[in-house]
Structures are given as C-alpha cells and as structure tokens.
T-cell receptor, first 115, second 114 residues
Framework: GESVGLHLPTLSVQEGDNSIINCAYS??????FIWYKQESGKGPQFIID?????DKRQGQRVTVLLNKTVKHLSLQIAATQPGDSAVYFC??????????????FGKGTKLSVIP | DVKVTQSSRYLVKRTGEKVFLECVQD?????MFWYRQDPGLGLRLIYF???????EKGDIPEGYSVSREKKERFSLILESASTNQTSMYLC?????????????FGSGTQLSVL
C-alpha cells in the first residue's frame, strides 16, 4: 500500500543564526562520513567529510562533529544564509580507501532559512 | 569542475515500456552509480560499476539492469517499467583514487510511470 507521513525532518533557522543538523548512524563499523547538500532541482553536492579517527573537522562556515560513542554526526553551519536552504544528507561507509563503493545515506533534513 | 550529465530531466513512460536512463561524466572517473531518491526514504543504491563492462548490484537492483560499455557512460535500464518505479533517479561518479566516497551527482531524472 501507499506509504503516508514520510515527511522530512525540517529545521527552520533565522538568517544569520547558526544551524545544527543531526544524524544518527547505526553501523559501528562505519569509519568515513560525508555531508551532502541538495538544493531544489539539483543533485546532492559534497560539503564536508570526516574520518573516524577525528571528532571534528572545519570547513568554510561548516563544521562536522563526530561522536562515535553514541554513533552521532552533526553538521554546524555558521551565520546561516538564504542560500543554505536545502536538504542535507549524511552518508557513511564502513571502510575508506580504494574499493569503498557503497555509501549509506540518511533520509535527509530540510533546512529552511527565514530572511 | 566535474560534470555528470543525465540525458533527461523529466520522463513520462507507460507501464510495460522499456526505459533507458543515460548518464555521462567528463572526469575520467572509474566508478559510476545509479541511485533512486524517494520522499522519506533518502537515496538508495540500485547498481554501481567500478570499471568498463563491470557492474555490481546495490541495495535495490530488482527490476533494473545497467550497461557500461564506455568509461564515461553508465546506463540504467528498466526492462518493463512499473508504477512503483516512479521516482527521481540520480547518477553519480567518483574517482577510485579518491577512495570512492566523494560522489559527484548529476541533476537527476524525474521518471513518472503511468
């Protein structure tokens, strides 16, 4: 039958505020994680990645935090802008290095920036 | 910049038709992937290929096949389209030497099967 109620989690943030998007993963063997951003009508775009030997990595206006103890990943966006409005996906893979072909994607979080 | 081009942005097909979705990448990437994206379900891997004429099943290969005759082109085939294959289809590529994780995606093909 048809599935209903499969709505994306939504986060609404005022322009200029910081955003935090969370992701829980289940595979304790995952050791490489990526955040993707998908704008309306476009394919996902790489934002930032982190390996399991790190707990924090910073990019331009973005920071990824990894807590392996509770299998939790977060993406922080500083000074959120209207152009940040998009769906954000986390993705994980159990091993890095050549041959790591299969990413497992989260279901996504929709970020809406209020001007 | 890496460019992954999907031949159609929107497609409407009838149940039972054979459907071809084409994808071309211009960065000489070894790995290519086909995902489908459905509301609330995220991205699910259908098939991938790590070399010409090589293919591997992903998580949901049933009802699909693929073809990779040239390094830059990866085709997804729906042998007999069904309504439950109505979805957004995303092609991606990556370099083997970048560990395969950093995928570059096309803009997607929204397929409607009536």
């Amino acid at each position: 039958g048809e599935s209903v109620g499969l709505h994306l989690p939504t986060l609404s943030v005022q322009e200029g505020d910081n955003s935090i998007i969370n992701c829980a993963y289940s595979n304790s063997a995952s050791d490489y994680f990526i955040w993707y951003k998908q704008e309306s009508g476009k394919g996902p775009q790489f934002i930032i990645d982190i390996r399991s030997n790190m707990d924090k990595r910073q990019g331009q206006r973005v920071t990824v935090l990894l807590n392996k103890t509770v299998k939790h990943l977060s993406l922080q966006i500083a000074a959120t802008q209207p152009g940040d409005s998009a769906v954000y996906f986390c993705a994980e893979t159990p091993y890095s290095g050549a041959g790591s072909y299969q990413l497992t994607f989260g279901k996504g979080t929709k970020l809406s920036v209020i001007p | 910049d890496v460019k992954v081009t999907q031949s159609s942005r929107y497609l409407v097909k009838r149940t039972g038709e054979k459907v071809f979705l084409e994808c071309v990448q211009d960065m000489d990437h070894e790995n290519m992937f086909w995902y489908r994206q459905d509301p609330g379900l995220g991205l699910r891997l259908i098939y991938f290929s790590y070399d010409v004429k090589m293919k591997e099943k992903g998580d949901i290969p049933e009802g699909y096949s693929v073809s990779r005759e040239k390094k830059e082109r990866f085709s997804l085939i729906l042998e007999s389209a069904s309504t439950n294959q109505t979805s957004m289809y995303l092609c991606a590529s990556s370099s083997r030497w970048a560990a395969g994780e950093k995928l570059f995606f096309g803009s997607g093909t929204q397929l409607s099967v009536l």
